[in-house]
């Protein structure tokens, strides 16, 4: 049974840095399309980050580049989201989510993602 279970998040002031975990069990992250996608009250899930698994190569929504950091250590079967100089903006539940097809280069489409984490709040506030 694959599972997803999250952890880090919480409450930081504007300007902090937060680190998100996401450790899978059930099933191995090397060959899959990893991401993390947040979500709103009233807003659809949008994709945040996302790291394709074959060649590691990643890619960002604009509003969170040059801040984020998506990673995985498959020694640990466990990916990451770094965040820093969080923003109000950046407030949300936050899911991490993996590919249903191995070997496929990443994106942000939520429907191709089959196994999802229970979702962790994160709130920058002051």
């Known amino acids: 049974q694959v599972q997803l279970v999250e952890s880090g998040g919480g409450l930081v002031q504007p300007g902090g840095s937060m680190r998100l975990s996401c450790e899978a069990s059930?099933?191995?992250?090397?060959?899959?399309?990893i991401s993390w996608f947040r979500q709103t009250p009233g807003k659809e899930r949008e994709g945040v980050s996302c790291?394709?698994?074959?060649?590691?190569?990643?890619f960002y929504r604009d509003s969170v580049k040059d801040r984020f950091t998506i990673s995985r250590d498959t020694a640990k079967n466990t990916m990451y989201l770094q965040m820093t100089s969080l923003k109000p903006s950046d407030t949300a539940i936050y899911y991490c989510?993996?590919?249903?097809?191995?070997?496929?280069?990443?994106?942000?489409?939520?429907?191709?993602?089959?196994?999802w984490g229970q979702g962790t709040q994160v709130t920058v506030s002051s």
């Open positions: 059930g099933f191995r992250l090397d060959g899959y399309a």
């Open positions: 790291l394709t698994g074959w060649n590691g190569k990643t």
């Open positions: 989510a993996i590919d249903s097809v191995e070997f496929r280069s990443c994106d942000l489409l939520r429907q191709r993602y089959a196994y």
